[in-house]
């Protein structure tokens, strides 16, 4: 592994605070040892690992990856002392995007180019979201796990776009992720055919390697969302000539598969964005492709559908099969009727749009600008009821990412991550625009068309403002997408 050349200035930081470090390292471990709670260990053990690696990035990186992708899910369900074992890596990524921080602070300017814009705006909406805590009507606890909810996931972001990785190590991070997504499959099986006939949440618990409770919740949305995104690499990769088709088919296949024994319907609308944007400048040029493309995608849309929804006929609805009739009319109005995603008042994907709407307006301009506080909705915090979803019946406020942000950072944060957002896809845009042919080429599409898929999640559900996992996935595609162009100079 190729070590990164760091700057003077941070490594005479570094020996003057890693002492201290320690220091104060090997008390909070000693605190937490002795009160035997498994959480603090965790985060004592996530601050240590912090400084161990403070100026080993790559390794840091590797840990968050698998850890937070492939390890802390299984260990965490099957062994129940390791419950809180995201918290380590959630930890670890906030430590590494502190070591970002002071690198940024210390690098040579002339190393590498500009720092795209939606790094900074990234980090402006963190500041925004910390500075929310002071007008929270919840409790200081709501705040503060809000706030580790929202930055848990960026040191990997902010490593990417600020330390110069070799090229062979962010190939290695993507063979990674290939088998990851490969890996999904055998686990997938058993949690259809032994945890979801069992666990309370049903088609939930159908997530492969990734995080899931003991109730059989589970981030199954994050790994919709990650089969997609590495499907459509698979298929830039191979319009580069970089695998051949045969080989092509067989990987998409293979990272599918697991998506055909869950209840992710979104896949309907994303597999069609997928092939759009990875042929969307053939399609520009030539749109009578499109024509007959959306025509043989229907078909196979249709074929395809129709096998999914008989297949999903032998899942359960209070222990009971239902109908492909009855099935398709429930996802019509979870998604775009009113009937409630967790009972008949509760809100779903169209309706948490509208309640937000309906009480926010001029009568309480102040909320409606700035909202009610990071964590006031804390969908994936503890089983207490936030002081907010109290008042408003129990209903899923945060029930996907933007809604989530417009209840508790108002128009003005939620703006401030769109408009990151939508900087990373046009920093996206330009980097493929002047890639050459060939693997960088193929990574720079791949980005490109993981950013539409994520943005799909963003309105999909709360997985990228909530899930560990779908955190550091996003993570790591828009630090990639910084780090292409920082330093793909170089690379040329």
């Not at 500041?127 to 909810?149: C, Q, T, Y």
């Amino acid at each position: 592994m190729t070590a990164i050349r760091q700057p003077a200035r941070f490594h005479s930081l570094a020996d003057f605070f890693i002492p201290i470090g320690f220091a104060v390292a090997a008390a909070v471990c000693g605190l937490a040892i002795a009160s035997g709670r498994v959480t603090y260990v965790a985060i004592a053990l996530g601050g240590l690992l912090g400084l161990v690696l403070l100026q080993r990035p790559a390794i840091a990186m590797w840990l968050v990856l698998v850890g937070s992708l492939a390890v802390m899910g299984p260990l965490a369900f099957f062994i129940p002392a390791l419950e809180k074992l995201p918290w380590l890596f959630a930890l670890l990524s906030i430590f590494l995007a502190g070591a970002a921080v002071i690198y940024a602070a210390t690098m040579t300017r002339s190393a590498s180019g500009p720092m795209p814009a939606f790094i900074p705006l990234f980090a402006t909406f963190i500041v925004f979201s910390a500075a929310s805590i002071l007008w929270s009507e919840g409790m200081l606890g709501e705040g503060v796990s809000g706030l580790k909810r929202v930055t848990q996931g960026t040191g990997v972001m902010f490593a990417l776009a600020t330390y110069p990785f070799a090229s062979k190590v962010v190939r290695r991070w993507m063979l990674l992720i290939l088998a990851i997504s490969i890996a999904h499959l055998p686990l997938a099986l058993y949690q259809r055919l032994e945890l979801s006939q069992v666990l309370e949440g049903g088609a939930d618990a159908i997530v492969g390697l990734l995080e899931l409770d003991f109730k059989g919740r589970g981030a199954s949305g994050v790994l919709a969302l990650m089969q997609m995104l590495v499907a459509g690499g698979i298929l830039a990769f191979a319009r580069e000539s970089l695998l051949k088709w045969p080989v092509a088919v067989l990987l998409i296949a293979l990272v599918l598969a697991p998506l055909l024994f869950s209840e992710t319907n979104v896949i309907f609308i994303v597999m069609p964005l997928v092939v759009i944007a990875v042929y969307a400048d053939l399609i520009r040029k030539r749109p009578i492709l499109l024509v007959f493309g959306l025509g043989a995608f229907a078909a196979a849309f249709i074929a395809l559908g129709s096998l999914y929804l008989v297949w999903q006929q032998t899942a359960w609805v209070g222990g009971q099969q239902i109908s492909m009739e009855k099935r398709l009319e429930n996802i019509i109005a979870y998604n775009f009727g009113e009937a409630g995603y967790n009972n008949q008042g509760d809100l779903n994907r169209k309706t948490v749009f509208t309640y937000w709407a309906n009480n926010h307006g001029l009568q309480n301009p102040d909320e409606w600008a700035f909202g009610h506080g990071i964590g006031s909705t804390n969908l994936f915090g503890d089983d207490s009821m936030p002081v907010l979803a109290v008042r408003h019946g129990g209903k899923s406020l945060g029930l996907s990412t933007v809604p989530q942000y417009l209840w508790e950072i108002g128009i003005v944060g939620t703006g401030l991550f769109l408009l990151a957002w939508w900087n990373a896809f046009t920093t996206g845009l330009r980097n493929l625009r002047r890639s050459a042919p060939g693997f960088w080429r193929a990574l720079d599409r791949s980005l490109l068309t993981a950013i539409v898929v994520l943005g799909v999640g963003l309105v999909y559900n709360a997985s990228l403002s909530g899930i560990l996992s779908g955190q550091v996935l996003a993570g790591l595609v828009l630090g990639l997408i910084a780090w292409r162009a920082r330093f793909a100079q170089a690379e040329r």
